[in-house]
């Protein structure tokens, strides 16, 4: 009965060694297709200070942020602002302007 217990103890050790040996290993490398995160700034959104902040704890091989402004009132375009100074991979663009955004961005023609 102990052998079985040990037996099954090394093999429980095992796989999570080898677990936690995978999550290391398969970390984002620089070849990797690009990790975008888009956030949508409406005016109404009473939650958007905690999105954002979110956002920017969740940034585990991310390339871009882009903040889309569609209503954003003062205090949400003053954060915005701020975050996009302290990220350099983040953009702060008017909703008008995604199209382009992501035509440069991936090299998309534009459409004729």
Not at 83 to 89: A, G, K, R, T, Y
Request: glycine share 4%; net charge negative.
């Amino acid at each position: 009965m102990n052998l079985l217990i040990l037996l099954s103890a090394v093999i429980l050790g095992i796989i999570a060694v080898t677990e936690i040996m995978l999550i290391f290993f398969s970390l984002p490398r620089g070849n990797t297709p690009a990790y975008l995160a888009i956030l949508p700034v409406f005016s109404e959104d009473s939650e958007f200070d905690e999105r954002l902040d979110h956002i920017a704890q969740k940034g585990c091989g991310r390339r871009n942020i882009i903040l889309v402004n569609y209503t954003a009132n003062p205090h949400q375009i003053e954060l915005c602002s701020r975050f996009v100074h302290n990220n350099p991979d983040a953009v702060f663009i008017k909703h008008e302007e995604i199209e382009n955004f992501f035509a440069k961005t991936f090299a998309i023609s534009p459409k004729m």
